[in-house]
């Protein structure tokens, strides 16, 4: 089982361009989310989706587009990079869990993180 | 101000040390709490999730909850240099609708020496 595969790891940008983040998951879970981690900042939601063709905007969407067209794949698009977008992305699925009859937490597994730099 | 608030150390202990790991919190309706373990260039991997207020244990980590507190901590007991890694207190909002959006602290960075 992979889990949840981010490609590429690492990428450097000029300021302007595009590109897409991969996350592929087959673990068949059905929400997947993109976070930055910035030093100081912690973990912060980008973009989320409940399913496929279903998704919405997190704490710090601007400047990033998703799509889900699929339950597998989960592309985070960076439109018109900025240096304020050098980070580390990481694309996460998540299965509910249950703690005896309560209801459910949800458990993300986290991709390997792709590292961006945009000059 | 942060929704969730996490000293980010460094932290440098000893082997065999108790380690304690914070957080604090503003708003009540977070119910499941957890944390998470993050190794170098890696991604985060869940380590222990509670639900409300009361202590977990699981091996050398136990997971405290103070809900009237608005505070949680950490413990791992005799602590080993395997454990030296960031170690992130998460929380999401009860219900089957935070679709795994969870709200992170900063993340604490611990290091045990031998």
């Known amino acids: 089982n992979a889990g949840v595969t981010q490609t590429p790891k690492f990428q450097v940008l000029k300021t302007g361009q595009s590109m897409t983040l991969q996350c592929a998951q087959d673990m068949n879970h059905e929400y997947m989310s993109w976070y930055r981690q910035d030093p100081g900042m912690g973990l912060r939601l980008i973009h989320y989706?409940?399913?496929?063709?279903?998704?919405d905007q997190g704490e710090v969407p601007n400047g990033y587009n998703v799509s889900r067209s699929t339950t597998e794949d989960f592309p985070l698009r960076l439109l018109s990079a900025a240096p304020s977008q050098t980070s580390v992305y990481f694309c996460?699925?998540?299965?509910?869990?249950?703690?005896?009859?309560?209801?459910?937490?949800?458990?993300?597994?986290f991709g390997a993180g792709s590292r961006l730099t945009v000059l | 101000q942060k929704e969730v608030e996490q000293d980010p150390g460094p932290l440098s202990v000893p082997e065999g040390a108790i380690v304690s790991l914070n957080c604090t919190y503003s708003n009540s309706a977070f119910q499941y709490f957890m944390w998470y373990r993050q190794y170098s260039r890696k991604g985060p991997e869940l380590l222990m999730y509670?639900?409300?207020?009361g202590n977990k244990e699981d091996g050398r980590f136990t997971a405290q909850v103070d809900k009237s507190s608005k505070y949680i901590s950490l413990f791992i007991r005799d602590s080993q240099p395997s454990d030296s890694a960031t170690y992130l207190c998460?929380?999401?909002?009860?219900?089957?609708?935070?679709?795994?959006?969870?709200?992170f602290g900063q993340g604490t960075i611990l290091t045990v020496h031998p």
């Open positions: 509670t639900y409300s207020s």
């Open positions: 998460a929380m999401e909002f009860a219900g089957g609708t935070s679709y795994g959006k969870l709200t």
């Open positions: 989706s409940v399913g496929a063709g279903i998704t």
């Open positions: 996460a699925s998540s299965y509910s869990a249950t703690q005896t009859n309560r209801v459910r937490a949800n458990v993300l597994t």
